[in-house]
């Protein structure tokens, strides 16, 4: 149920007392305002200045809604091989990603304010069109879509398209690789290892820990004849230094 309601001024005990009259009908209440001024109450998020405002209580849930709260999870399998196909991405990652950010939890909120499966920042919600990000449907589409043009935006390197969808587009752009955010690391990592397990992966500077450091290139051995008869095996070219290396 999607509710909407304008004032000129934010008098909020008249906001209190309107949803009180809804009864059970309670939800997440945030606030934004348009171009005209007008501050706007709604329980569905979008613009880029929306703030939260009221945040759903009911009586039979006595914890807030937590990213590691165990809750029963429903079948998004139709909605991620959906947007799978629409945005030639592996469902597969889109699973992992939606693994790692919300845990399942289509209620998911974060503290910075990301909402929904692949937690979406309200900006993000609204640039991919997400009208109710606690939508599964929506928010899978709107997540998947983000996920493919950060693939685009970095020449299709998951390592740095994950770690924007993580950090944003503009802390990898200004790294130039992965952020030394350890936050996005361990994303990063994580969405991995669900992706395609434990494997080595190495990109923009971030190298497995698995994987053994670079060899130092061996200097070449010269084999020298000298003028009696002595062979010589040495690494440094002298004038009589024959072709043989080794």
């Keep these: 149920m999607l509710i909407f309601f304008m004032i000129k001024t934010t008098v909020f005990s008249l ?7 809804a009864g059970t009908a309670w939800s997440d209440i945030f606030r934004y305002t348009d171009e005209s001024g007008v501050v706007c109450y709604t329980d569905a998020p979008f613009g880029k200045k929306t703030e939260l405002v009221l945040r759903e209580n009911r009586p039979e849930e006595k914890q807030s809604l937590s990213l590691k709260q ?6 998004y399998s139709h909605y991620v ?29 974060s503290r910075k304010g990301a909402i929904g499966l692949m937690q979406l920042m309200p900006t993000t919600a609204s640039d991919m069109n997400v009208r109710n990000p606690y939508n599964p449907e929506e928010n899978i589409e709107g ?5 493919r043009a950060m693939l685009e935006k970095f020449n299709g ?15 990898v752009e200004k790294y130039r690789s992965v952020p030394p955010i350890s936050e996005t690391r361990d994303y990063v990592k994580k969405v991995y290892s669900l992706y395609k397990g434990k494997q080595n992966y190495t990109t923009s500077g971030m190298p497995s820990k698995n994987e053994p450091p670079p060899q ?14 002595t062979i010589l095996f040495t ?9 043989l290396r080794f």
Excluded: C, W
Aim: glycine share 6%; proline share 4%; no cysteine.
């Design 70 to 75: 165990p809750i029963a999870r429903a079948d």
């Design 235 to 243: 690494n440094a070219t002298i004038a009589k230094t024959t072709k």
């Design 143 to 147: 997540g998947t879509r983000y996920l």
């Design 216 to 229: 130092a290139k061996q200097a070449p051995i010269y084999k020298v004849t000298l003028d009696d008869g």
């Design 81 to 109: 091989q959906k947007a799978a196909t629409k945005y030639d991405i592996d469902s597969a990652l889109i699973n992992a990603v939606i693994k790692t950010e919300s845990n399942g939890n289509h209620k998911a909120i």
């Design 157 to 171: 390197d998951l390592t740095l398209a994950l770690a924007a969808y993580n950090a944003g587009p503009g802390t």
């Design 15 to 21: 906001l209190f007392l309107v949803f009180s009259l």
